[in-house]
């Protein structure tokens, strides 16, 4: 595949991204979505926020697919694009048991895109251990604020 098709890809993904529903959804992912075990995800899956999960980790498993597939080059998927590691990251540590509920292939597609990025592993695991320390410092904040 042409470069510039390859590009006209990235773009419409990016593009997509921005959709409203989608950005609401991503925004909730990125920011309140920290499950520490099973019984949150299926908390959450049972819940208001269960579209939210289902579309982002649906929409980055479906850009691993174009990847996969050979539409998208991994060099160029993970130059333009950073959150499918943040995605992945805080589903990694339960996929055996969401496989298990929900279906073997669940993620597969950007489970392959991870593993054939160099370091895919270790940058997704340093974007949960981030997000984490990032939650406690806004936790130490709001607190220091409501005590004043």
Same mark, same amino acid.
């Given at each position: ?7 006209a890809l990235i773009l419409r993904l990016y593009e997509l991204r921005r959709e409203e529903t989608m950005r609401t959804a991503r925004n909730?992912?990125?920011?309140? +979505?920290? &499950? ?5 995800? $299926? ?7 269960? #579209?939210?999960? =289902?579309?982002?980790?649906?929409y980055w498993d479906m850009a691993a697919a174009l990847v996969n597939n050979g539409a998208i080059s991994v060099r160029m998927f993970n ?22 509920? +929900?279906? &073997? ?5 950007? $489970? ?7 370091? #895919?592993?270790? =940058? ?25």
């Amino acid at each position: 595949m042409a470069i510039q098709d390859e590009a006209a890809l990235i773009l419409r993904l990016y593009e997509l991204r921005r959709e409203e529903t989608m950005r609401t959804a991503r925004n909730w992912y990125a920011r309140e +979505f920290n &499950p520490e075990s099973m019984a949150d995800i $299926e908390t959450i899956l049972a819940g208001e926020h269960s #579209g939210h999960l =289902r579309m982002v980790a649906s929409y980055w498993d479906m850009a691993a697919a174009l990847v996969n597939n050979g539409a998208i080059s991994v060099r160029m998927f993970n130059d333009t694009n950073g959150e499918h590691f943040l995605v992945f990251g805080k589903l990694e540590p339960f996929l055996k048991e969401i496989r298990g509920a +929900f279906g &073997p292939q669940y993620l597969m597609n950007l $489970e392959k895109v991870i593993d054939a990025s160099t370091g #895919g592993r270790e =940058r997704a695991a340093s974007m949960r251990e981030r997000m984490k320390a990032m939650r406690a410092r806004f936790a130490a904040a709001q607190a220091k604020e409501v005590g004043q």
